[in-house]
Every structure is written in structure tokens, then in C-alpha cells.
């Protein structure tokens, strides 16, 4: 959920070093251009690495976008925890708001390049299943403190609660609203309180 | 909300003739060849129409594409009038699904051009507006039946009921799931009757 920021430099050598500087070039590219002016050469020449080793190493502009999103998911992410299940919401949702609307607007040009390439769409999944993952501990805790049925299924939940920020930012392409994270989570926290999310509970009388 | 269709012939002489022809083959070609396949060209050879009245018309494929989903606002789509705003909500996000999951990927197509050309995309806009203003009946037949709270906001219900189909369908991207239309207008339903879509929305912790 949280944008893709270039990877931090690691001890790692002279190849971690240029994965590194190709990520930091491939989305500077993509900010300033968009998929259409992102090409293999402006990156390796950015990055300050040989064409052939770019060209080898990553094959083309989808295997380029593809490593910078698998890349976003090696990171210390975690979800808001504010000890309530609509502020976490809200906090997690005002992040994506944020992301999707920075500047360069690298985060809606990585999802728009993902119309374009079937690699960095499969990333891009990638990418998404990973933080919804990480994001089930919100649903986990809320549950312990009470303040959800039993067996809610934690990714409906948190699609719910994301979808229209998604939908209004990517898709209806709305005016800017300050409101939308909050009012989003609130709606996904009066559905789960009302059983919107319910399981159908073990059958098996565990 | 539901997939442009080609529009039908009306009466109205050479010119809305053309217009059809050029519509239907723009839809075909998108349908069989996305984005990168649709050139002016090959629409104008399609349609059976001289390529200078394409340009002369439509400029670009930008122009083509933006004319069609205008084109997708003329006519006589109203929403499901089941009885329940629940079922109601169900209906139209089984339309939506059917639509983004159709052969060939019509409506898909329109939606990842809208990422390839503005005009595209502010037509786009404009379809879904128009869409969306049509279901407001929808949120008024229930707060009539008293199903809902008095002043209830009808777009940012149905925004929240349909927003988890386009994020699953169009972005997530995830496997086809049957009960995604009705999982998400129950949520809706729900979080409508407990308030979540009041105007003014209530404060936090109110």
C-alpha cells in the first residue's frame, strides 16, 4: 500500500550496488516521463551502468518495472497500529492517498506502466498481495481487542476498505478529498461490526 | 456502469451512419487487438469509411475512443429495480462483472486506454459520472421504502458498493470470484444502514 521507494542502499557488493542505482534511475525515469519515455538506455545512462549490463540483466522496460516492484516488497512495512480498527484504517488509507498523489507520481505511474506490461502487472500483483498481507494483523487485532465478530475474513475487509481510494484516484480520476480516507474506513468498520465479513465458521465444530 | 455497446442505428442520414460504423469498428479492434492494435487505419478500413473522414472527424485514436464512450452515454440504461437496495446493488455489480469479465474485453480495453490518452480518459470520467448519476434512484427507492437513514449520501453508497469490483477486476486483477457481487453490496447495505453514509458524515468517535 505504501509507495514504492527506491531501495536502500545495502552492504552487498558491486551487483546490489547496481540493481540499486538502476531502481533509483527506472523510477526517476518513470516520474519525469511516464511509461512512454522510460526505454533501456535513459536508465542505464541515468544509473551510470552499462547498456549491456541492463540489457542482460533485466531484458526489457517490463523486466525493469517488474524488479522495482518485487524490490518494494523487500522492506520493514508495516501497517498503522493507533489501537483502533477505523483509525488504522484511516492512517492506512490516508498513506495510500498520499502515495497516489506525490509528487513525481511515481505510484499511479507504476499502476498505469502495469496496463502496458504483463510483467510488471504480475509484479504489481505481487506487490498488492504482499501488502494485504502484512495489512491482516490490523483486522487480527482488532478482533482481539473485541471490536469485530468472530471470524471476519480479514482480506475482504481490507479490500472494502481501500477500494474507493483506488476507485476515486486511479480510476474516476475525483478532485482531491481529504475526507475520502477516513470516510472509506469508517464504512469498512460499520460493515465489519455488522457482520459484513463474516465467515461461515468452521464446520468442523473446531 | 454497464459496457458501451455499439450504438444503435438510428435514423439520421449518412453522417450517424458513418458515426456507427466507425463506433463498431473501433469497439472490434480494441476487442481483438487492445490499445496497440487500434490505429485510424485500420478502423477506417473496418468501417468501410474514407480514411480523410476519419481523421477529418476524429483526429486521433484519442478522439476515436472518446467519441465511443460518449456515445456509451446515449441511451436508455437504467439501473436494476429488484425492491431491495441490497439486491438492487447485487444486480448492478453482477452487470459490472459480467461487462469487465466479457469476450472480447471490450469495456477492459476502453478502461487500460484511458491510461494511453487523456481524451480517453476525461470521456471515460465522463461515462462513469453519468452512470453513477443514473443509480441514484437506486439510494432514493430505499430511503422511500425506509430502508435507509434520512440523508444518506447516494455516490458515496454507491461508490463504496461497486469500488471493490473495479478494484479486484481492473487492478488486483484477482482469479473470478461469484460472490464478489453480492459480498460487496451486502457490505454496502450494511454500512448504509448503520450510517456510514450519512450527510454531514458523522465525526469520529460521535
Keep these: 500500500m505504501n509507495p514504492p521507494t527506491p531501495p536502500r542502499r545495502r552492504p552487498g557488493g558491486r551487483t546490489a550496488r547496481t540493481r540499486a542505482q538502476v531502481h533509483d534511475a ?3 525515469e518513470l ?4 511509461y512512454d519515455g522510460l526505454t533501456m538506455d535513459a536508465v542505464a545512462t541515468r544509473a551510470g551502468v552499462h547498456r549491456a549490463t541492463v540489457y542482460r540483466r533485466w531484458g526489457d522496460v517490463g ?3 517488474a ?7 523487500d522492506d520493514d512495512w508495516r501497517p498503522p497500529d493507533t489501537g483502533s480498527l477505523e483509525d488504522d484504517l484511516a492512517a492506512l488509507n490516508q498513506e495510500i492517498q498520499d ?3 506525490a509528487r ?3 505510484m499511479a505511474a507504476l499502476i498505469a506502466a502495469s496496463f502496458r506490461s504483463e510483467q510488471a502487472a504480475r509484479a504489481q500483483q505481487r506487490l498488492w498481495e504482499d501488502r494485504y498481507t502484512r495489512c491482516e494483523i490490523v483486522v487480527a487485532r482488532a478482533a482481539l ?5 468472530p471470524h471476519t475474513d480479514a482480506r475482504r475487509l481490507l479490500i472494502a476498505a481501500t477500494a474507493p481510494l483506488y476507485h476515486h484516484l486511479v480510476l474516476l480520476r475525483t478532485p482531491h478529498d481529504r475526507l475520502l480516507p477516513r470516510h472509506a474506513a469508517r464504512t469498512a468498520a460499520l460493515a465489519a461490526a455488522a457482520g459484513a465479513f463474516a465467515k ?3 464446520t468442523s465444530g473446531a
Excluded: K, Q, W
Aim: charged share 15%; aromatic share 0%; no cysteine.
Design 63 to 65: 523486466g525493469l518495472l
Design 67 to 73: 524488479d522495482v516492484l518485487d524490490a518494494a516488497s
Design 31 to 34: 516520474g519525469e516521463h511516464g
Design 145 to 149: 481487542r473485541g471490536e469485530l465478530p
Design 99 to 101: 502515495a497516489m498523489t
Design 104 to 106: 513525481p507520481p511515481i
Design 200 to 202: 461461515p465458521p468452521p
Design 26 to 28: 527506472v523510477l526517476a
